[in-house]
Structures are given as C-alpha cells and as structure tokens.
C-alpha cells in the first residue's frame, strides 16, 4: 500500500470518542450508503442526488441524507429547497421528494440560507448526532448520505454513527483527486467501512454535437487505483452539461435523461450495488 496512506488525519481517529450508541431511528434500514471523497466539487452530491433517484426508479424504498453543514446543495439540486420537514411524535419527518424517495437536509435546519455556518469540530458531531438520532426514516432498503469533502468532523461522526455502512468514493481523473481518494480509501478501511466502489466524475467530455468523447484529463486512472485496492470500479461519468443544468434547475438529471450515457452508468452502478450489498 502506498506511504502516503500514513497521511491520513489517524490523530482525529485515535482521537475519536467512542462511538456512541446507534440512534433507534436507524434499525429499520437495510442499507447505509455513505458519498464521500478527500476532495472538494468532484461531484459528491450528484453522485448521491442520482444514485438516490436510480435506485428509487428500481422501487426501492430510498432516503437521502445530506450532512454537509457548510454547504447542503440537495434541496436545491432535486427542486425541494421550499419544503420544510414536519414534526410528528417528536421526530422529524423527510421531505417526499417522490413516493418512494425522502430527503432531510441540514439546509432545512439552517435559518437563513445566506449566512455562513460557524460551527467548530465538537459542535458540529453534537449536531450531527442529534439531528441523525430525530429522523424518523421509517422502513428503507438503501439510506444514501451524502458528506461535506475530506474526512473531517461529519464524516466521522456519520462512520461511527452508522455502523455497517459503506464508503462509496467518487473522484475525478486528476492526480491531484487521485491522492485524495487514498485518503478516503484508509479513511474507510480505519474506520472499518466496507468500500462499496469508487466512481469516476468528470471523466472526459462528450461532445453535444458529434457525440465524439474528449478525455481532458487522462482517464482510466481512477480505476487503476481501485484495482490497486482491490475496490469494485463503478464506472465513469462524462463531463456532461446537462447535468449542471440539471442541477442549477433543480429537475433530477437521472429522470429527465434516462437513455444517455451517464443515465446507464447510474444504472450499472446500482446493479454493481445491489450485487455487493448482497453478499454482505
Ligand atoms: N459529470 C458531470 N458533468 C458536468 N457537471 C457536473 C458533473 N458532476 C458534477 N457536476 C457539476 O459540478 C458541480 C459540483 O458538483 P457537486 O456539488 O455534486 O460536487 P460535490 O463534490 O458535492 O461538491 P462539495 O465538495 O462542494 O460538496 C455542480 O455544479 C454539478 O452540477
Ligand atoms: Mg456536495
């Protein structure tokens, strides 16, 4: 295994209190999914927003989860940033982002969407906590949680709140990705988080007019590490405009572009998932 492994934040593991118990609303979960990568904008919440929707289009009964205290894009990116989740029996009810999807943010908690979040590390794991422990999920065959980037203070609070789930990681091609994605692969292993696959984003360009793929950055990289690791390789992700637009619209791009390419690769994605959570 690569030294730089060593690299890893192993002192705010070691550090980590011990894990606390697993929140009541959690038991009837079958499958926790956890997005995270060492590296900022590579696509985390698309990833997980998609994924959530992919897996939803199966019939799979799905919610997602967004943690991200600084910066919580789902609401916005699946068109429900109005909604405001209801409280029955003193628990916090998802938002229905469709019947068999349910959202909750740390955005719908947020005052005023325009102020900056000023929370230090302990503060924000008693957040995280309580806010984890209050959701009132029902039954659900996959929870996707999507995280904040690196393997901060959220991304140890959710591992060790969590037991059981998996890491998916998600990176683009560039190296400068690709050493952040080893950190995130230890990050998980430390934490004893089985790695569910890593996918590539942002892995070349498609052209809108001739449909011709122009990798900008060298592509097949991130599959080489995930075969370094003996990690399940989920698939690439072009650089395709319509998912910005997507985005930006808050109209989910897994729904409107089903037959495209990156509309496939969500699908493999969710067989090459289904496939490894079956073998437990
Ligand atoms: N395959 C893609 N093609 C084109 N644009 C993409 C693709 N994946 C993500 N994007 C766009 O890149 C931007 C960043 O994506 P996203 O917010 O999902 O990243 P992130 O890793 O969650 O970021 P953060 O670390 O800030 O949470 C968004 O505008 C999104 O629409
Ligand atoms: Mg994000």
Redesign the pocket.
């Known amino acids: 295994m690569d030294d730089k492994s060593n690299d890893v934040e192993s002192d705010k593991v070691s550090e980590a209190p011990e894990a606390p118990e697993v929140p009541a609303t959690l038991e009837r979960i079958k499958h926790k999914i956890v997005v995270m990568?060492g590296k900022?904008?590579?696509?985390?919440?698309?990833?997980a927003a998609n994924l959530a929707l992919a897996l939803g289009r199966k019939g799979y009964s799905v919610g997602l989860l967004d943690v991200?205290i600084h910066?919580p894009?789902i609401p916005e990116m699946l068109g429900v940033a109005s909604e405001t989740p209801i409280i029955e029996n003193k628990k916090l009810v998802p938002v229905r982002v469709s019947e068999n999807i349910k959202l909750i943010s740390i955005a719908f908690m947020l005052p005023d969407k325009d102020s900056p979040v000023i929370w230090r590390g302990p503060m924000k794991s008693g957040v995280i906590r309580q806010f984890i422990g209050d959701v009132d999920w029902g039954e659900l065959d996959y929870l996707v949680v999507?995280l904040?980037?690196g393997t901060g203070d959220e991304s140890l609070s959710i591992a060790q709140m969590m037991p059981g789930s998996y890491a998916l990681i998600?990176s683009t091609p560039q190296e400068i990705a690709l050493l952040s994605v080893r950190k995130s692969i230890n990050f998980a292993k430390m934490l004893k988080m089985q790695i569910v696959g890593i996918v590539e984003?942002?892995s070349g360009f498609i052209c809108p007019h001739c449909g011709e793929k122009t990798d900008l950055f060298k592509s097949g990289r991130v599959k080489s590490v995930a075969e370094e690791f003996k990690i399940p390789f989920l698939g690439s992700?072009?650089?395709?405009?319509e998912?910005?637009e997507s985005?930006?619209r808050g109209t989910p791009f897994i729904l409107r572009h089903r037959d495209s390419l990156?509309g496939k690769v969500f699908e493999e994605i969710v067989s090459t998932i289904e496939e490894f959570v079956a073998k437990g």
């Open positions: 990568s900022g904008g590579v696509g985390k919440s698309t990833v991200d910066g894009t999507d904040p980037p998600v984003n942002m992700i072009p650089i395709d405009p998912i910005v985005g930006d990156s």
